[in-house]
């Protein structure tokens, strides 16, 4: 079994990742920690064999737990789970070694592809010695985050006009409305719409809310950067 600790200052959102990874077979979680100062403290307790940390947390920032696991010995593997997508983050995540690093929102089937690649790298280098390239290779590669992989487009939908709403979208200075991207490209507000949304539930673009004196609030989009 590989065990692991959750870390994650709500304790709702901590209560459904420790359901997510009970459910994954070969893996246990022991604990639970809401802040950084309690993560140090459960993996000298418990001596997981994986963290999984969220960074923004109550006392410190999420990275500056790695260092100090480091400094007192301990060796477990980390796989952040944030919602932080500023790209300092990121990089500084990868400089530290995680094995991962999954963006907030995230379903059970996300983390669960995750967690069965950790496994399988994992067992890889329980070889007492390496046969080739070819393992050093997969060994090494646990320290980069992985590139997430372009989303197929829903039925119905062109890679073309994907690509044309995805570069004004990219070339907007704040945001933009469904009705602003349509006039812009000529194409119909619906199809503007469709697309838009299709980045939001993919995590390419964020969704804001502005409201007018009456009616519905105007739904608008701005593009994610990593």
Same mark, same amino acid.
């Given at each position: 079994m590989i065990d692991v600790l959750v870390v994650e200052d709500d304790f709702m959102v901590a209560r459904i990742h420790r359901g997510f990874v009970n459910d994954v077979h070969g893996f246990r979680v022991i604990g639970t920690a809401n802040c950084g100062e309690q993560a140090l403290t459960a993996v000298a307790e418990l001596q997981p064999d994986l963290v999984l940390l969220d960074l923004y947390l109550p006392d410190m920032f999420g990275l500056e737990v790695i260092p100090?696991?480091?400094s007192a010995g301990h060796d477990c593997d980390v796989m952040v789970i944030s919602a932080a997508r500023e790209a300092d983050a990121v990089r500084g995540a990868v400089r530290q070694g995680v094995v991962d690093y999954l963006l907030k929102p995230f &379903? $059970?089937? &996300?983390? +669960? $592809?995750r967690l069965e690649q950790y496994a399988?790298?994992?067992?890889?280098?329980? $070889? $007492?010695v390496v046969s080739g390239q070819s393992d050093v290779d997969r060994a090494l590669a646990r320290g980069a985050a992985p590139a997430a992989p372009t989303p197929t487009l829903p039925k119905g939908m062109s890679v073309e006009t994907a690509?044309?709403?995805? +570069?004004?979208?990219r070339a907007t200075d704040g945001s933009l409305s469904a009705a602003e991207c349509a006039a812009r490209l000529g194409v119909s507000r619906v199809s503007a719409r469709r697309y838009?949304?299709?980045?939001?539930?993919?995590?390419?673009a964020e969704v804001s809310l502005r409201y007018g004196q009456a009616g519905r609030p105007e739904r608008r989009y701005s593009w994610v950067e990593l």
């Open positions: 100090r696991l480091r &379903d $059970a089937g &996300d983390l +669960r $592809a399988a790298r994992r067992s890889n280098l329980y $070889a $007492a690509e044309l709403i995805e +570069r004004e979208l838009l949304e299709h980045f939001s539930v993919t995590g390419q």
